[in-house]
């Protein structure tokens, strides 16, 4: 549109000057073709300037838009814990870890040990051995599950790319001396390539590269454009994923309820199951 109405009057003028060309039109042609040169040149410019720039988050999946609107995950007759988008549960933390101890003893014969971890053992960009407990020394195990919450005791703090300031709790995430030396190594690699399968040692990573992906820019994060092509340039490809995407988003949009009408139907179930049931 913007070549349309701006340059080609300018064309059509300079090819009309090239009937009967004298050394007057000559000039002029000349002046005009340097115009049209120089505002092809600003027009361009302009147009990669102005790129529009979406979240990663909303360039790759219709969740992010569900949100944007209040929509709820699943419809009125969804199945229970079935859903059209990912989601959660909130529960009351205390009582649910109160309710998993008390089953995981009783009925699982689970060792339950309430104890306050002081050391972690072992490399944690690798193998975790032990942990040191403050009253039953070292505790030895296959698999360490982290539920310390922000203080992440044992998989450290690692909200580098994080851009507040406003606290020391920030500041020091954002130090690499929190940081472990693998992950240091990895931001460092995907400023020249995006996360990959190819960046781990294992088949199946805990926290595969998509994940990482996610975060990183999500977070606003930068792989640098590369001058030569990749393996997983495919922009055809791009293409036809952010139309899918685009589809999807229309389509659930269209279909989903409210956050809350979702909610008042489910209190409202439950309602006239609690009647009935009595």
Request: net charge positive.
């Amino acid at each position: 549109m913007i070549f349309s109405a701006v340059l080609m009057p300018l064309l059509s003028k300079v090819l009309n000057l090239l009937a009967g060309i004298t050394v007057k039109k000559t000039i002029v042609i000349i002046i005009l073709l340097s115009l049209l040169m120089a505002l092809a040149k600003r027009i361009s410019q302009q147009i990669g300037n102005n790129r529009i720039i979406i979240p990663f988050a909303h360039a790759i999946s219709f969740q992010p838009y569900l949100c944007d609107h209040g929509c709820a995950p699943k419809q009125q007759q969804t199945p229970e814990y079935a859903g059209v988008a990912n989601y959660g549960y909130h529960l009351n933390a205390g009582k649910f870890s109160a309710l998993l101890q008390r089953h995981c003893i009783e009925k699982l014969g689970v060792q339950h040990i309430s104890d306050d971890v002081i050391k972690v053992n072992g490399e944690l960009e690798e193998n975790m051995t032990s942990v040191t407990t403050k009253k039953n020394g070292d505790i030895s195990a296959q698999l360490f599950i982290d539920c310390s919450g922000s203080k992440s005791i044992l998989l450290g703090q690692h909200y580098l790319l994080s851009k507040r300031t406003d606290s020391q709790y920030w500041l020091d995430n954002q130090s690499t001396e929190s940081v472990p030396e693998r992950l240091q190594e990895l931001i460092k690699l995907w400023r020249f390539q995006a996360p990959s399968y190819n960046d781990f040692s294992e088949i199946e990573e805990i926290f595969p590269a998509a994940s990482y992906q996610y975060i990183l820019y999500g977070m606003g994060f930068i792989t640098e454009k590369r001058s030569t092509s990749t393996l997983y340039d495919n922009t055809a490809l791009a293409e036809k994923y952010a139309v899918e995407n685009k589809q999807l988003c229309e389509k659930y949009l269209a279909g989903l309820p409210k956050n809350r009408q979702l909610i008042n139907h489910i209190l409202a179930r439950g309602n006239n199951n609690n009647v009935r049931s009595t």
